[in-house]
């Protein structure tokens, strides 16, 4: 078991390395360097509203986290809610793949004793819905530009949209397969396997899939508003596609962080609208700083708290 940890660990650092490698040459390559006083233009109160989508995207997502919890656990404080969803925001963006989003899981476990299944079907939602609206988003790019790259990228999204909605609808038949299996195998005898999956109705689903597109949205104009904050009037409905499509590619190179990839990508593209590279780069840093970077500090001392709330339930 050590040596797995030690070995999914390094590669977690080795991944971490390649995007801050990635960049730090995009960024030397942009010339942001040189003109750093570009920062010095920006419009406060258009930055200012930028922000506040930030602080939006995370009271919805706090939300969407005590939505989905009312179907499972009903008597799931706003105060738990905001522990488990914040914590989460720390520990996915730091992991490949959004793994420490099952942080969330594990804190409903703990604190109300939540089945497991039930805490991962409730991240399963918030995920597929994502991808999802960020997909037929960037799926539009078809009308702007199409080239070999952006065909396989969203290929492989769609590939595995069908996949996790096939999976999770013949889950049920699935656990079934393996306690019939599990049964006649000696080391899992002494093993229980009885997991149940519960779904949510329809009426609960469209809810998280409408929470989670006005979510997304703020994010899209966010990135809208942080351009406009540098002079910079883009057509939203453009900077949105290619937007998604940036996001999808960093969750596709699965590099913590997307670091290095998203702001390259998204970099690239704005200066395919006609910004500058040096804007362009000043702008997508801005973006990552105050919709990632500053989640994750928060994240990170939030986690803390968590982490008390954790122990003392079990005092």
């Not at 506040?52 to 404080?77: H, M, N, Q």
């Not at 990508?265 to 910004?275: E, R």
Request: contains cysteine; proline residues 2%; positive net charge.
């Amino acid at each position: 078991m050590n040596f797995i940890t030690r070995y999914r660990n390094s590669i977690q650092i080795t991944l971490f390395c390649i995007g801050l490698a990635i960049l730090g040459l995009f960024v030397y390559n942009s010339g942001i360097i040189e003109n750093y006083e570009i920062i010095s233009s920006v419009n406060i109160p258009t930055f200012i509203l930028a922000l506040c989508c930030t602080f939006g995207v995370i009271f919805l997502r706090v939300y969407r986290w005590k939505y989905l919890s009312e179907w499972y656990k009903p008597d799931v404080a706003w105060k738990d809610a905001t522990l488990a969803t914040i914590s989460s925001l720390f520990y996915a963006n730091i992991t490949p793949a959004k793994f420490g989003d099952l942080y969330k899981a594990y804190f409903m476990k703990r604190v109300y004793k939540m089945n497991l299944t039930d805490g991962v079907s409730m991240i399963f939602y918030e995920r597929f819905f994502e991808l999802v609206i960020l997909f037929l988003a960037a799926s539009a790019i078809v009308f702007i530009q199409l080239s070999g790259v952006t065909v396989i990228v969203l290929e492989v999204i769609a590939v595995i949209l069908i996949l996790l909605l096939i999976f999770y609808y013949k889950i049920d038949s699935l656990i079934q397969f393996i306690q019939k299996v599990s049964v006649k195998i000696p080391f899992f005898k002494n093993i229980s396997l009885d997991i149940q999956v519960r779904k949510m109705s329809f009426p609960r689903i469209v809810g998280v899939f409408f929470i989670t597109l006005i979510s997304l949205s703020l994010e899209f104009l966010q990135l809208w508003l942080v351009a406009c904050a540098f002079g910079y009037v883009l057509n939203p409905i453009i900077i949105t596609i290619l937007f998604s499509l940036s996001i999808i590619i960093g969750l596709v190179s699965q590099i913590p962080l997307s670091m290095g990839v998203m702001e390259g990508s998204l970099s690239y593209f704005l200066m395919y609208l006609g910004v500058t590279s040096v804007d362009s780069m000043a702008i997508v840093l801005t973006d990552r700083i105050i919709s990632m970077y500053l989640v994750i500090i928060i994240g990170f001392i939030v986690s803390k708290l968590s982490s008390d709330r954790i122990i003392e339930v079990h005092l």
